[in-house]
């Protein structure tokens, strides 16, 4: 299956979609640090990127003549700065603001499916309106911003073809599906919510939900203090039961249902394996390097041991919040380190990293977690697999041979 990648960072979402068994026919990125990653494991062979034809540039100047209409699926996370907690919060009167682009590619290779990630800071009611927008742009590719309109009438006019009906099953439409999802709950070590808007085109009459989850904070407390496997697991004892959740705890000791999701997966179980980046064995694993300076204040502290880690973001030391430390089992704190980061976004431990610890963390800040990628692509290309099964089995019944 035929894929592009737009704003693709070091490579998480497009690393998902190359797992879930897409070919990236390219696969554009500004950043040059981003794109040195990308290239340097490219250069060692690294499997999934190996074969990536990458460019290093603005999608809006990129040669989309050269990508053939129809492709399976074109992909990306256009910049979340414009939408992001911790940005200036301009949306459409921010430059950075990558989401026309997006529309005006689609429009152009018309893919069978599109898979866009952005910030949850785009479903604030402060960009309610512009969201919706956003939506409408996505379903009717081929309904311009017209040159000196302003982007509400623009809006204005979308919600009239949008609720007139007139365009579907006519010209190129898609059915748009938006969700928020927190990628813990799909075995991601972190509390990450993201919002994912897929779409496929409309003349495929394809039916999609979002996959549903596969892990919950209940299995985890279960585990935690109801059976005790996970303290089991880690060769510890189990410590009390937190006041805060014994409640809880109780209930779900006292439920005579099955868990029917895994636990959550903690910063613990994904980096119990690793050295102490602060020991000599640490100089063996690549990006295991301790980083000093960590300190914890009221509202900055680090990400606790025994949950998933607070959401990485796309900074070093004046991160708000803590998010990129590590709270220790002494009550201490100190930083993430690369490698650490990278298994927090459930990138390969053979995935290197370029540049220094603030360059690499802020590109592991702005990461798609590739688990979770592989898990949105891998229920899209499912569907456009059977799509395709299907249109076969009507030419062959209408037919009596397939008809290229």
């Known amino acids: 299956m035929r894929s592009v990648e737009l704003f ?4 998480g979402l497009a690393m998902g979609c190359e797992m879930a068994g897409f070919e990236h026919l390219a696969v554009v990125e500004w950043d040059k640090w981003a794109c040195d990653t990308v290239r340097e494991n490219r250069k060692r062979g690294y499997p999934l990127v190996a074969d990536w034809t990458l460019h290093e540039g603005d999608v809006r100047t990129f040669d989309w003549s050269s990508i053939p209409e129809g492709i399976d699926l074109l ?8 939408f992001s907690i911790g940005g200036k919060h301009q949306a459409y009167d921010d430059s950075r603001d990558m989401f026309p682009a997006t529309v005006d590619i689609i429009r152009r290779l018309k893919p069978k499916a599109f898979i866009v990630e952005n910030v949850k800071g785009l479903t604030r009611a402060a960009f309610a309106n512009y969201y919706q927008y956003i939506l409408l742009q996505l379903e009717f590719p081929e309904l311009p911003h017209r040159k000196d309109e302003a982007w509400d009438e623009h809006f204005m006019r979308l919600q009239a073809e949008h609720t007139s009906g ?18 813990a709950d799909y075995g991601v070590p972190q509390k990450r919510e993201r919002v994912f808007i897929v779409g496929f085109r409309d003349d495929l009459g394809i039916e999609w939900s979002f996959p549903k989850a596969t892990h919950s904070y209940d299995a985890l407390l279960h585990s935690q203090y109801v059976t005790g496997k996970y303290w089991e697991r880690h060769g510890m004892e189990m ?12 209930k779900l000791r006292d439920s005579i249902l099955p868990m029917d999701t895994q636990p959550w997966r903690t910063v613990r179980d994904a980096i119990c394996d690793l050295p102490d980046p602060e020991t000599k064995a640490a100089l063996a694993i690549s990006n295991h390097v301790f980083q000093g300076g960590a300190r914890s204040y009221p509202g900055h502290t680090g990400s606790p041991y025994d949950l998933p880690a607070k959401t990485l973001k796309a900074g070093d030391h004046g991160v708000p919040g803590g998010e990129n430390m590590l709270v220790k089992d002494d009550g201490g704190v100190r930083y993430f380190t690369v490698r650490e980061s990278a298994r927090v976004q459930t990138f390969p431990d053979g995935f290197k990293f370029h540049g220094s610890w603030s360059e690499t963390m802020r590109q592991l800040g702005n990461a798609v977690p590739v688990l979770l990628a592989q898990c949105v692509a891998s229920s899209v290309a499912e569907k456009l697999i059977l799509a395709e099964m299907d249109s076969v089995q009507k030419e062959i019944k209408k037919h009596g041979k397939i008809v290229a």
Not at 75 to 82: E, K, M, S, V
Not at 166 to 183: E, F, S
Not at 239 to 250: C, D, N, W, Y
Request: proline share 17%; hydrophobic share 30%; aromatic share 2%.
């Open 239 to 250: 410590p009390p039961i937190p006041q805060k959740l014994a409640s809880r705890v109780r």
């Open 166 to 183: 007139k365009r579907k099953g006519r010209g190129l439409t898609y059915n748009v599906v938006p969700t928020l999802v927190n990628a």
């Open 75 to 82: 992909a990306g996370g256009p910049p979340c700065q414009p």
């Open 8 to 11: 693709a960072g070091a490579g």
